[in-house]
């Protein structure tokens, strides 16, 4: 008999979706690669019912659909969060959940530093101005960068990061993260405060958290409201780790000076979203974490964690370690 070719489907794959690395590992276990985009429940059980293996992005991959995959070893999550996923149930469903947790450190730490400086020096509006004609028309207040103070919510790798580059623009590091030790953030040239104090004292704010339930609006109006009515907000991490409404509240009526924002609660965003027609917020479209070098690694390394679970190892960054009791890798047994 004809041995058995893998299926794996990649619910997340646009029509101009570059997946050359990812297939080059799939090819060494023979796996068949289905591509679609999946936006709902239904149409992610539609297509990887019966599939071995998931590649995921931003489909929703809920309870439900977990109890409805018939085959599936393994989730592969192209980069560091799984907000969208819900491991407790993947675990319960025996099935493996792998991640690439050292992605794009440098990309967003990157990303990060140039909207605070691009927030700093006005630069979109002194690029417009420009190009308008407009020669003599800084902004005022603008204030300076040497001497001021970052404050970094989450203090994990990109955060730690981060911190490195902002001091060669001599920044002062506040951080919050209740996961990170002193000596450890110390090293980075990191004060760990509270949040509170982190707000009031900063004249930048930027988040680097993941989003779970502990830090789903994290950002809401009653710490906005303790922010500097001359601070910048900057968004690096997820969308809903900030109230939208809270902020676009804050930004009308005065409370903080500006934004500068990557992510958001809704993507892609609404053309009619408010944030899209103030002159005091930077936006970017979820792209901090692309360079072609880092997304030629981040494909290669979600093909090698599904050639691995298929191959019988497990991934080289398991996110749901509890599955270790359901799953014998060794024998090939993933019945639980």
Known sequence: MPEKRYKVVHTDAH??????EERKELDKVHAELILSVCKTEDEVIEVARYADAIMSVFSPLTRR????????????????????????AATDSGIIVANVPDFCFEEV????????L?????????????KQGHWDHCPEPMGPIYGQTLGLVGCGNIGRTTAKKAQCFGLRILGYDPYVDESTAKGYGITLVSLPQLLKESDFVSLHTPLNKETRHLI???????????????NTARGAVVDELALIKALNEGWITGAGLDVFEEEPIAPDNPLL?????????????YSD?????LRRRVGEAIVSVLSGQWPRSLVNPAVKAKVNLAKGDWSG
């Open 109 to 116: 730490s990157n990303h990060t530093i140039a909207l605070i």
């Open 15 to 20: 029509p101009h979706q570059v997946i050359e």
């Open 220 to 234: 809401g109006e009653q710490q906005l409201k303790l922010m500097k009515s001359s601070a910048y907000l900057i």
């Open 65 to 88: 659909v977990m109890e409805s995959l018939q085959n599936c070893k393994v989730i592969a999550r192209y980069g560091i969060g799984v907000d969208n996923i819900d491991v407790e």
């Open 277 to 289: 027609k103030m002159d005091n917020v930077l936006v970017t479209p979820h792209s901090a974490s």
């Open 293 to 297: 070098v880092s997304f030629a690694t």
């Open 118 to 130: 691009a927030c700093a020096k006005k630069l979109t509006f002194l690029n417009n101005g420009t």
